[in-house]
């Protein structure tokens, strides 16, 4: 079936380490976008990819990295510099027009110790 | 980017009709109007979405006004299952035409 996968779904990591979230898609979508939450907030954009190679920061980018290398896979990598990095991490997809739907994962809940 | 505002919470009983209101007011002409909603740990997924006329759908029906400045998800007959964080959200044709940007959202609780 066509859909938007992130792995693990829970994760646990120590202090000062980076970790890499997978999101991946096989919907053909052009579009995607990784968001942050945090317990009874809104999500907030961190990046989000409009083509293969090609990302731009959102909101929240800093302490955050990510590639585009396929145009299914989209990995974001939480490194050391983020200060709050315990959340849950979404990611979603969408052919990129306006007038198209997103679609999400079931999200990645991060805890660093 | 425009923006949107939603009340923080609303309250509903099953199976009565739910008015979920949405101010834009800076929207553009060329904005799509989306809502989606989160059930408690899950993704988003997508309700509707329109541009100037109402728009129904399985889920839902979407009332925009005439002068796009406001819009109303409108769940027919609520049920528990309906409880969930709403969120109404634009999406602008330009440069930047596939950023997806999330307010904070509109909380429903239905009780029987």
């Known amino acids: 079936d066509g859909g938007i996968t992130q792995s693990p779904k829970y994760l646990f990591r120590k202090e000062g380490q980076n970790v890499t979230l997978s999101c991946e898609q096989n919907l053909n979508h052009d579009a995607m976008y990784w968001y942050r939450q945090d317990p009874g907030q809104g999500l907030r954009l961190i990046y989000y990819s409009q083509i293969v190679n090609d990302f731009q920061k959102g909101d929240i980018a800093e302490g955050y990295s990510v590639s585009r290398e396929k145009k299914e896979s989209f990995p974001l990598t939480v490194t050391s510099a983020q200060k709050n990095p315990t959340a849950f991490y979404l990611c979603?997809?969408?052919?990129?027009?306006?007038?198209?739907?997103?679609?999400f994962g079931q999200g990645t809940r991060l805890t660093v110790v | 980017d425009a923006k949107t505002t939603q009340p923080n919470s609303m309250e509903s009983n099953e199976e009565e009709p739910v008015h979920l209101p949405c101010n834009h007011s800076t929207i553009s002409g060329t904005d799509y109007i989306h809502w989606y909603r989160q059930l408690p740990s899950q993704g988003p997924e997508y309700v509707i979405h329109?541009?100037?006329s109402n728009v129904n759908n399985r889920m839902a029906s979407l009332a925009i006004a005439e002068d796009r400045k406001s819009s109303t998800l409108i769940l027919h007959r609520a049920t528990l299952r309906d409880a969930a964080v709403y969120y109404c959200?634009?999406?602008?044709?330009?440069?930047?035409?596939?950023?997806?940007?999330f307010g904070t959202g509109t909380r429903l609780q239905v009780t029987l």
């Open positions: 959200i634009l999406r602008a044709l330009g440069g930047t035409a596939s950023k997806l940007t």
């Open positions: 979603a997809s969408s052919m990129g027009r306006v007038n198209t739907e997103a679609f």
């Open positions: 329109g541009l100037t």
